[in-house]
T-cell receptor, first 112, second 113 residues
């Protein structure tokens, strides 16, 4: 079974721009979560989607948004990028009945 | 809210040394506890987990026991290898099916030959 895939792997954007990151979960997994990893703040929960519905949301400004499609693929969007948004963005998927979260390799976003 | 505190790194050991990485947590209810490992340039991999008090999680020679009385979940390995060099994260999740994981800051381990 293929693992969680994230695209793109690396991205460089300029302040004020917006960006969309994509995550494809493991086949059959309907739950997708997103995390931001920075050296200063560590790993922080962004949001969780299940069957196209946002089930949980972390403490991030409204510039951070996400969605999930009927095939369980998920995207997150960050608008009006700030330098502090530079981070590794990790996506994780989980099977319907619970159990382990499987993480993708992440998207490294650099904002200049 | 829930939180996880783990020992500050970095930790540098010689091959075959004993490893302990301390982790304590604050949580309401009865969370599940995890150790994740991150190798350079990669995402997180689940190393081991425990879902209730006194459970011992183990994998690849690593062990951790869920201690409710001390709210701890310390990671141990009897003999580390160079290939164990990575960043280790302690985490908890709420019961009840929530996906949200709360992570510690991470501990970087370097094992020298």
């Amino acid at each position: 079974k293929a693992g969680v895939t994230q695209t793109p792997r690396y991205l460089i954007k300029t302040r004020g721009q917006q960006v969309t990151l994509s995550c494809s979960p493991i086949s059959g997994h309907r739950s997708v979560s997103w995390y931001q990893q920075t050296p200063g703040q560590g790993l922080q929960f962004l949001f969780e989607y299940f069957s196209e519905t946002q089930r949980n949301k972390g403490n991030f400004p409204g510039r951070f948004s996400g969605r999930q499609f009927s095939n369980s693929r998920s995207e997150m969007n960050v608008s009006t990028l700030e330098l502090g948004d530079s981070a590794l963005y990790l996506c994780a998927s989980r099977a319907n009945g619970g159990g382990e979260q499987y993480f993708g390799p992440g998207t490294r976003l650099t904002v200049t | 809210g829930n939180s996880v505190t783990q020992m500050e790194g970095p930790v540098t050991l010689s091959e075959e040394a004993f490893l302990t990485i301390n982790c304590t947590y604050t949580a309401t209810g009865y969370p599940s506890l995890f150790w994740y490992v991150q190798y350079p340039g990669e995402g997180l991999q689940l190393l081991l987990k425990a879902t209730k008090a006194d459970d011992k999680g183990s994998n690849k020679g690593f062990e951790a026991t869920y201690r409710k009385e001390t709210t701890s979940f310390h990671l141990e390995k009897g003999s580390v290898q160079v290939s164990d060099s990575a960043v280790y994260f302690c985490a908890l999740s709420d019961q009840g099916g929530s996906e949200k994981l709360v992570f510690g800051k991470g501990t970087k381990l370097t094992v020298n030959p």
